[in-house]
């Protein structure tokens, strides 16, 4: 069922918006050559509690999970996708980190994610994550159009990727969020224009694109991640956004 946001629902996700792009910028800054998963891990337990927040993801349990997820953020390298759990690991040059994280502020969620090369990295990488964010832009910009559906959404970012020669991954979709970290509808990567749900006053969305440099396929692993198929590099970015009477209002803006 989906469960639109009044306006002081999305005055709420503004703060909690608010708070999750702050420490997420500051954890991008901290990754770098050298800096250990675990040591990202804990700074950001440090800025939850120091902005009076709590984690989305910290012992958050999906249906098809056999256990609760068991840190506050995902850090998820290479062909890692999404869900990596931090570890005893240091950055090294050439890796390419997702930091996914989610906040949960006065009973509101937003989630965001970014995508962060550590050191120098090829240049086929580099357009990778440049296109991914890209193509998240352009879902955004898809959502703003007049009477526009969710399969306008999914189409701009699709197709941007495909004219890049890149690989939207299978099975994995963005969400509606507010009161849950997963709530309806699913947010296809693909998609018609003019088909799919209309965008209403009140929806509130996490897009995001995650991207191969190979195939489309992917693998899960017990740990709950999931990773590309072939081994090859991916990317990932996320926004909340909501759908307002003034328009699309991104309620993560980095």
């Not at 909690?16 to 770098?32: D, H, N, P, T």
């Not at 692993?221 to 909501?242: L, M, N, P, Q, W």
Request: hydrophobic share 40%; charged share 25%; proline share 3%.
């Amino acid at each position: 069922m989906i469960r639109l946001k009044t306006e002081k629902d999305i005055e709420l996700l503004r703060d909690s918006g608010k708070i999750l792009v702050q420490i997420l910028l500051a954890l991008k800054e901290r990754s770098k050559k050298g800096t250990n998963l675990l040591a990202l891990e804990e700074t950001a337990r440090a800025m939850l509690r120091e902005a009076g927040a709590v984690s989305a993801f910290l012992n958050y349990k999906p249906e098809e999970s056999s256990k609760p997820y068991p840190a506050v953020l995902c850090t998820s390298l290479n062909e890692q996708i999404v869900h990596g759990i931090p570890y005893d690991y240091e950055l090294k040059e050439g890796d390419v980190l997702k930091l996914d994280f989610g906040v949960v502020y006065r009973d509101r969620i937003t989630d965001a994610a970014i995508t962060v090369p550590i050191g120098n990295v090829p240049k086929g990488t580099e357009k990778l994550i440049h296109a991914t964010r890209e193509s998240l832009d352009k879902g955004i910009a898809a959502a703003t159009i007049k009477d526009a559906r969710l399969g306008d959404i999914g189409w701009a970012i699709a197709h941007h990727i495909e004219n890049q020669g890149l690989s939207i991954v299978d099975g994995l979709t963005g969400h509606g969020v507010g009161f849950k970290l997963h709530e309806d509808p699913s947010v296809f990567n693909y998609g018609t224009k003019g088909e799919g749900m209309l965008l209403k006053e009140g929806l509130v969305l996490a897009i995001e694109p995650m991207v191969s440099m190979g195939s489309s396929r992917t693998v899960s692993r017990k740990d709950g991640s999931y990773e590309t198929k072939d081994g090859s590099v991916s990317a990932h970015f996320e926004k909340t956004i909501a759908i307002t009477n003034n328009g699309v209002e991104i309620l993560t803006a980095f």
